[in-house]
């Protein structure tokens, strides 16, 4: 079956770094364009970053443009973010998801926590 898991979650200072990754299988992983999403408690889930499945354009969130980074390598089935410059208002549980035009899985996802 699909599986998707995040690691790379942790506590970090404010003005800090951290890195996330996610590992798939279970499906044809080049076929699929890949997201990080993030939902903090009490708000809606919402859409961090984003690489195409062919071109390998990206789109980010207006808060983390220019701080966020992410990147995938279809031959280890892995999706990244490199997240730097953080803050305290990143805090909250980052998901990778993987979506093709019919279909989108979720991991189980990775808390952020930024924090002094």
């Known amino acids: 079956q699909v599986q998707l898991v995040e690691s790379g979650g942790g506590l970090v200072q404010p003005g800090g770094s951290l890195g996330l990754s996610c590992s798939v299988s279970?499906?044809?992983?080049?076929?699929?364009?890949m997201s990080w999403y993030r939902q903090a408690p009490g708000k809606e889930r919402e859409m961090v970053a984003s690489?195409?499945?062919?071109?390998?354009?990206?789109r980010y969130l207006d808060s983390v443009k220019g701080r966020f980074a992410i990147s995938r390598d279809n031959a280890k089935n892995t999706v990244f973010l490199q997240m730097n410059s953080l803050k305290p208002e990143d805090t909250a549980k980052y998901y990778c998801?993987?979506?093709?035009?019919?279909?989108?899985?979720w991991g189980q996802g990775t808390q952020v926590t930024v924090s002094s």
């Open positions: 279970g499906l044809t992983f080049s076929l699929f364009a």
């Open positions: 690489i195409d499945r062919f071109t390998g354009n990206t």
């Open positions: 998801s993987a979506a093709d035009i019919r279909t989108r899985y």
